[in-house]
């Protein structure tokens, strides 16, 4: 802990309490509505989603997650999609809401974020980037946080690379020019936010909304409720002095 210097949070189940599948479905369900009467099958557009997000999964850094999901979107839903992305913008600014009901409010993760910022501590909102940043800043707005809160907020439209790919780590790290000694990730699934031990990274699993799809062991990093991380916060050394 000493070395730390860097906090790392993931959003989704972490600093949002979140039922995942619950919000996969009102996610989906809200999307459907919305482009139904525009002439769009909603099956048809969820299998789009699913093939454009699963194409940012795997991106390879050549192009950014945007330009890989509009790209892969576009070729199942039709190439006339291209022109339809502000509609998708304000489909996150207004309908997204709907998703909203799947969530949770945890009053202690605006307090952690903010307190190890005063504390000097460079914090950067590592979510999983397969969103666009209106709908990113919707969800952080559901948890009571601010982009202010924050170094750096990873969307698709500025990050090459997506969870747990230890690539997307290592370009925060770089971008800020941290060894992943002084780094912490702290995040809910085993898979893809304490795959950081990897790279030497310290990782705290929080157990509220916990992912463990494969039964991984859960040594080799802290872990607790957000009520034990929280007050781990407030013990992690002050660095502004």
Known sequence: MQKTDTVLFDLDGSLLPMDQEKF???YMGALGKTFAPE????????SSVWKGTEAMMRNDGAMSNRDRFWEVFSDSMGQDMKSREEFFVQFYREQFIEAKAATGFQPLAPKAVRELKQKGYTVILATNPLFPSVATLRRMEWAGLKPEDFSLVTTYEEEYFCKPSLQYYTS????FHKEPEQCMMVGND?????CVTELGMAGYLLTDCMLNRHGRSLE???SGNFEQFYAYVQE???RSV
Do not use: A, Q
Request: charged share 30%; proline share 8%; glycine share 12%.
């Open 24 to 26: 996969v479905k009102y």
């Open 190 to 194: 085993v898979d893809e936010d304490m």
């Open 172 to 175: 925060i790290l770089e971008r």
């Open 220 to 222: 080799g990093f802290l």
């Open 236 to 238: 992690m050394p002050d």
């Open 39 to 46: 002439g769009y099958d909603p099956g048809l557009l969820t």
